[in-house]
C-alpha cells in the first residue's frame, strides 16, 4: 500500500518549544518534501530531500531545519518555535526523475500559543 | 508574486451539474501541470497529469486540458457528486526531475450541494 505517514496528526505547543515532525514513506521514494499550507496561499516549499543526508533549502527554510538519516523517514524540526510558524505542514515524496507523481501525507496541524 | 492562480476562488454547484476550473500561471520553464484534489483535513491526491504543449487528459468524470502558449489549463468535472466537494489544487512543474520546483496555486474550493 503506497503511503505517506505523518505523525502526529495535530499538535499544540508553547512559543520556545522544540517541534518534531515525523514523516514516513512505504515506496522507497529517493526524494521527500516538507511543505507548509496557509490560508489563501499555495504549498509552500521549506525543505526538499534527495536521499539520505542530501537536503536543501526550499523556499522557506528560515527557522526550520531538516533530518533524514534514512530513506524512509524524513523530519522536521523547529528549534523554538513561534507564533508564526502556526500552520499546516504536509510531507511528501516521489520518485527522483521526470514528471512523476507526488505523494502526500495528511498534514499536521500545528498551533504555536 | 503568485506566479499560479486559480479561479473561481470558491463555488458552489448542485449534485450532478458540470464545473469547470481554471488555472493560469506564469511559471517558465512549464515542464509539466497537475491537479490535485483535497479533501478537508487531508492530504493532497493527484487527479491528472498533462505534459504535452496542448495536452488532454481524462480520469473519469475529470477531465483536464493544458495550453502551453496561453499559460492555462482548466479541470471540468462531469455529473457532480457529493463527495467532489473539496479543494482543487493547480500546481506547475517547473522541471522534469526533481531538481524543479512545484509551484502551487491557492486552490479552488468546490461544495457540491443537494
Known amino acids: 500500500d503506497m503511503k505517506v505517514t505523518q505523525m502526529p496528526r495535530y499538535l499544540i505547543k508553547r512559543m520556545g518549544e522544540n517541534v518534531l515532525l515525523e514523516c514516513g514513506q512505504d515506496m522507497s521514494h529517493e526524494t521527500m518534501y516538507w511543505y507548509r499550507q496557509d490560508p489563501g496561499l499555495g504549498l509552500q516549499l521549506i525543505y526538499i530531500s534527495y536521499d539520505v543526508d542530501s537536503n536543501s533549502e526550499g523556499d522557506i527554510p528560515k527557522g526550520y531545519r531538516v533530518s533524514r538519516k534514512k530513506r524512509e523517514h524524513f523530519s522536521l524540526i523547529l528549534d523554538s518555535a513561534k507564533t508564526n510558524q502556526t500552520s499546516v505542514y504536509f510531507c511528501a515524496s516521489s520518485l527522483k526523475g521526470g514528471n512523476t507523481e507526488v505523494f502526500f501525507g495528511k498534514g499536521t496541524r500545528l498551533t504555536v500559543v | 508574486k503568485t506566479q499560479v492562480e486559480q479561479s473561481p476562488q470558491s463555488l458552489v454547484v448542485r449534485q450532478g451539474e458540470n464545473c469547470v476550473l481554471q488555472?493560469?500561471?506564469?511559471?517558465?520553464?512549464?515542464?509539466?501541470l497537475r491537479w490535485f484534489k483535497q479533501d478537508t483535513g487531508k492530504g493532497l491526491v493527484s487527479l491528472t497529469v498533462?505534459?504535452?504543449?496542448?495536452d488532454k487528459t481524462s480520469n473519469g468524470r475529470y477531465s483536464a486540458t493544458l495550453d502551453k502558449d496561453a499559460k492555462h489549463s482548466t479541470l471540468h468535472i462531469t455529473a457532480t457528486l457529493l463527495d467532489d466537494t473539496a479543494t482543487y489544487i493547480c500546481v506547475v512543474g517547473d522541471r522534469g526531475s526533481a531538481l524543479g520546483r512545484l509551484h502551487f496555486g491557492a486552490g479552488t474550493q468546490l461544495i457540491v450541494i443537494p
Open positions: 488555472c493560469n500561471y506564469s511559471v517558465t520553464p512549464d515542464n509539466h
Open positions: 498533462l505534459v504535452d504543449q496542448k
